[in-house]
């Protein structure tokens, strides 16, 4: 087994349509402003740019993101990482009842030399890591998605 290695699920279920959802999944230089953990997020060009996140641990990582698929008319958004994490994240947005569920999927390898260094002592908490800042994430999405009228656009 990879100690390094993770594999993430989360569904985030969202009273908006799945059209809003998507559209503020896909600016993801937008996220530092209703995701807490996502510090900054930097756009390079059209499909690239960074991102510096921290969770409850003390330790920023730092990825460069790149779109490998946005495709609307399916709800699916999916990038690729490279940095202090590697691997890919993919985003399915469907509709739910009257709502929407946004299903998050994950697999990376982290790179930062000291989280490789406690890969097995740290997992449980690495791990713990994550769902907070998942529940963050959950959370800043719908306080964004409860101000904004579900066809507002930013500008």
């Known amino acids: 087994m990879d100690w390094c290695r993770y ?3 989360s569904h985030w279920d969202l009273d908006a ?6 559209r503020l999944l ?8 209703w995701w ?15 991102a510096r996140f921290r ?8 990825i460069t993101v790149r779109e490998a698929r946005q495709d609307p008319a399916a709800g699916v958004l999916e990038m ?3 940095g ?3 691997g890919w994240a993919r985003w399915t947005v469907t509709a739910r009842g009257s709502g929407a569920r946004a299903r998050f999927e994950q697999d990376v390898v982290v790179r930062k030399p000291l989280l490789r260094l406690f890969a097995l002592p740290g997992r449980p ?6 769902a907070l800042m998942m529940r963050g994430g959950r959370r800043g999405l719908r306080a964004r998605l409860a101000a904004r009228p579900p066809g507002a656009h930013s500008v």
């Open 55 to 62: 969770s409850m641990i003390p330790y920023d990582l730092v």
């Open 80 to 82: 690729t990482f490279s």
């Open 36 to 50: 807490p953990q996502v510090r900054e997020a930097v756009r390079s060009d059209e499909r690239t740019g960074t």
């Open 17 to 22: 349509p799945p059209a809003a959802v998507y």
């Open 125 to 130: 908490l690495f791990r713990l890591n994550h």
């Open 7 to 9: 594999r993430f699920r």
């Open 26 to 33: 896909a600016a993801g230089d937008d996220y530092p402003g």
């Open 84 to 86: 202090d994490l590697e």
